[in-house]
């Protein structure tokens, strides 16, 4: 059975600066791999995925993830954070030969500090 | 303009009485999920359904039922909702399975007292 695994419950961090958001699965095979954005009070919106091809995916508001099969991660990385970006991230994956149910880890909420 | 619709946003209830959370697409999607989300263990799929009068079991299907007669809905039944069923809700919908982005609903805050 695939699960997935977000060490940090929290991570606090200053504006501008550099964050990384980890991500671990575990699956004997194939998998598609997410990572969803939840802003306060909202429901969540798919920020970026991996189904195949370059590992490196990135979204359009300067977010990017590495699949990385050896390692079995996904983590989330941003360069420079906005206060804006304060939300809950969950990272979440699928079989690829079976998209019908869809596995989350418990989420990330990360905080921007000015 | 595309959206995935949820009614109610907010229910309180007492334990044992039956209740129907709605929700509706209208962006012509197959698939269509329920979701509870609690503090600490994210988000856990209910129910899911790849099309018309398809429907099956996601991690935690007890004490929930659906029904999918029309693509765009897809409802949540609580027949006898008990106080763990207190959570948030969150009904979603995709083109096609979960290989295509997922857009969900503004959820559901139930409250089983």
């Known amino acids: 059975a695939q699960s997935v695994t977000q060490l940090d419950s929290q991570v606090p961090v200053f504006e501008e600066a550099p964050v990384e958001l980890r991500c671990n699965y575990s699956s004997s095979v194939s998998v598609y791999l997410f990572w969803y954005v939840q802003y306060p009070n909202q429901g969540l919106q798919l920020l970026l995925k991996y189904l195949s091809g370059s590992t490196l995916v990135e979204s359009i508001n300067g977010f990017e993830a590495e699949f990385n099969k050896s390692q079995t991660s996904f983590h989330l990385r941003k360069p420079s954070v906005h206060i804006s970006d304060t939300a809950e991230y969950f990272c979440?994956?699928?079989?690829?030969?079976?998209?019908?149910?869809?596995?989350f880890g418990t989420g990330t909420r990360l905080q921007v500090f000015p | 303009e595309a959206q995935v619709t949820q009614n109610p946003r907010y229910l309180i209830t007492v334990t044992g009485k039956k209740l129907t959370v709605t929700c509706s697409q209208n962006m012509n999607h197959e698939y269509m999920s329920w979701y509870r989300q609690d503090p600490g263990l994210g988000l856990r799929q209910i129910y899911y359904?790849?099309?018309?009068?398809?429907?099956d079991k996601g991690d935690v299907p007890e004490g929930y039922k659906v029904s999918r007669k029309e693509k765009r809905n897809f409802p949540l039944i609580l027949e006898s909702p008990s106080p763990n069923q207190t959570s948030l809700y969150f009904c979603?919908?995709?083109?096609?399975?979960?290989?295509?982005?997922?857009?969900f609903g503004p959820g559901t805050r139930l409250t089983v007292l």
């Open positions: 979440a994956v699928t079989i690829s030969y079976n998209t019908d149910k869809l596995i």
């Open positions: 979603a919908s995709s083109l096609q399975g979960l290989s295509s982005e997922q857009f």
């Open positions: 359904s790849m099309n018309v009068e398809v429907t």
